[in-house]
């Protein structure tokens, strides 16, 4: 009923910079939470950053600064401003939503594709 459709990802040197979005879209849902994960080679996957309903967000330690989460919930959207890029934020990077449908009412989470950002030294 949800579908989750994530676009922005590249390369780019270090030291540059990314805007990941995430756009859900279907019928009869709301979004709550929203977050991006990342999984590179040899790692498990990790919540880079998540963001409230009410716009909370957090971060993992290694992207607090660089990173920045932002949501249009009249779009029914997150982003992901990724800024000083490292080699080591390269990853494939996972839109996640936690939806509310009905009816009947249910709580589902939902994954984008991935998108690919690689970080060149």
């Known amino acids: 009923q949800v579908q989750l459709v994530e676009s922005g990802g590249g390369l780019v040197q270090a030291g540059g910079s990314l805007r990941l979005s995430c756009a859900a879209s279907?019928?009869?849902?709301?979004?709550?939470?929203m977050a991006w994960y990342r999984q590179a080679p040899g790692k498990q996957r990790e919540l880079a950053a998540s963001?409230?309903?009410?716009?909370?967000?957090n971060y993992v330690e290694s992207v607090k600064g660089r990173f920045t989460i932002s949501r249009d919930n009249a779009k029914n959207t997150v982003y992901l401003q990724m800024n000083s890029l490292k080699p080591e934020d390269t990853a494939v990077y996972y839109c996640?939503?936690?939806?509310?449908?009905?009816?009947?009412?249910?709580?589902?989470?939902?994954w984008g594709q991935g998108t690919q950002v690689t970080v060149s030294s």
């Open positions: 996640n939503a936690n939806a509310v449908l009905s009816w009947p009412t249910r709580r589902v989470a939902y």
């Open positions: 279907g019928n009869n849902f709301r979004i709550n939470d």
């Open positions: 963001i409230t309903s009410g716009g909370s967000t």
